[in-house]
């Protein structure tokens, strides 16, 4: 292990300061696990922002009503580096160390599927904003709901019926052409669901090709899709490596829409890195920030206001759902208890979020919610429609 890896390993906790107000009300812990360093820091960066956003609104209401007592919500976050042993020995420490009573993220799956076991083991809540992987929330024996791990975001499942519906309806593509990563979690889940999704509805997959991680030169995977001829390409990968492959795919001469998931959801660092390359694009998102509604609204004000910067991405506006759903909990748990919040977030069946209405159904900890179709177009993500659970 590097000397920066042995290091992160030490102050871990220490690496940000706790939110909140000083005074006289006792601390609930919460642990925070984010993708701080590392190739994914763009999503840790959001992650730490709109919690620490949060945790300064609560305490400027006053504090969490618990049990009747008033308490003060303390962020310890953890850096995880975007790397699974690293994400599960901060859960370890923030759980034994820390004594947190519950834990927010880690948000890429790569991640949050080991320290969701680890969660399990451990019997500490633990809500993912970001990990859309099935196996984070369900148990790979049983294939049941895991009892203590539950998610802000829509499932790989749900999104990749709605990639494959947008591609075959809007798209009106009957040939597709795939690239992914298939040592990574949710993006090999992605390919796998989009693919089986659109032949289901009279699609064909012509081109189904893989890459590694760390690669950079794609020249010889779009050369062969290009032949392929499809009207569509799905590049599920996360916004590092699709910012590579966008201006790739374009010198190879494809100029069939492209299409990605969730995983773009950076998207101001996506653009700053594809440019021009990326117009065009469409994508799978949790939220649209120019939703008319109050409960975004004011989170996209506070947000810009406190950080006077672009638009709050998914990641953002995921982490605030999350510790908005803890906080509801912890106000029903009655105290401040691992066993409490656990059974009290069982309880949820509905949640008005910056993200929409997420609902929790027949015992699942996967909410049900809409997920929003956008397009790049002059450098700006812009809403094309959303795609209901109703309307499968």
Same mark, same amino acid.
């Given at each position: ?80 580096? #975007?790397?699974? $042993?690293?994400?599960? +020995? ?9 004594? =947190? /009573?519950? @834990?927010? &993220? ?107 991680? #760390?690669?950079? $030169?794609?020249?010889? +995977? ?9 009207? =569509? /390409?799905? @590049?599920? &990968? ?155």
């Amino acid at each position: 292990m590097s000397t920066k890896s042995l290091l992160a390993l030490a102050v871990g906790a220490l690496l940000i300061p706790a939110c909140g107000k000083k005074g006289d009300l006792p601390e609930i812990k919460v642990g925070v696990i984010a993708e701080l360093s590392g190739d994914l820091a763009g999503i840790g960066e959001s992650c730490k922002k709109a919690a620490e956003l949060k945790a300064a609104e609560i305490d400027d209401k006053g504090g969490i009503d618990v049990g009747g007592t008033k308490y003060r919500l303390r962020l310890i976050m953890d850096d995880s580096q #975007g790397k699974p $042993d690293l994400a599960v +020995a901060a859960a370890q420490r923030l759980v034994s160390q820390d004594e =947190v /009573v519950a @834990l927010v &993220g880690p948000n890429a799956s790569l991640c949050a599927v080991p320290v969701a076991d680890e969660a399990e083991r451990l019997k500490v809540p633990m809500i993912t904003p970001w990990s859309t992987a099935p196996k984070t929330t369900l148990d790979a024996t049983s294939g049941q709901p895991k009892q203590w791990v539950f998610r802000a975001c829509f499932t790989d499942a749900w999104q990749g019926q709605v990639l494959a519906k947008f591609a075959d309806g809007y798209i009106r593509a009957k040939k597709a052409a795939v690239l992914y990563d298939p040592d990574s979690e949710a993006p090999k889940i992605q390919a796998e669901l989009f693919k089986k999704d659109f032949e289901k509805s009279g699609g064909q997959v012509v081109a189904y090709e893989t890459f590694k991680s #760390g690669e950079t $030169d794609f020249k010889a +995977a779009f050369e062969r899709i290009k032949k392929a001829g499809p009207d =569509v /390409v799905f @590049l599920p &990968g996360y916004y590092i490596d699709v910012a590579r492959q966008l201006p790739q795919a374009r010198k190879a001469g494809l100029t069939v829409p492209f299409l990605g998931s969730d995983n773009w959801g950076v998207t101001e660092l996506l653009l700053k890195a594809a440019g021009p390359d990326a117009e065009g694009a469409f994508y799978c998102a949790h939220y649209h920030p120019t939703a008319r509604n109050e409960i975004t609204g004011t989170f996209v004000a506070s947000y810009k206001k406190r950080y006077a910067e672009a638009t709050p991405d998914d990641i953002a506006a995921l982490t605030d759902d999350s510790l908005g759903l803890l906080v509801k909990a912890l106000g029903e748990a009655g105290k401040p208890d691992r066993q409490a919040v656990r059974d009290s977030l069982a309880k949820i069946t509905e949640y008005d979020g910056v993200t929409g209405k997420l609902r929790f159904t027949g015992g699942s900890h996967d909410p049900v919610k809409s997920a929003g179709m956008m397009k790049i177009e002059k450098g700006k993500p812009l809403f094309v429609t959303n795609i209901d659970p109703e309307s499968k």
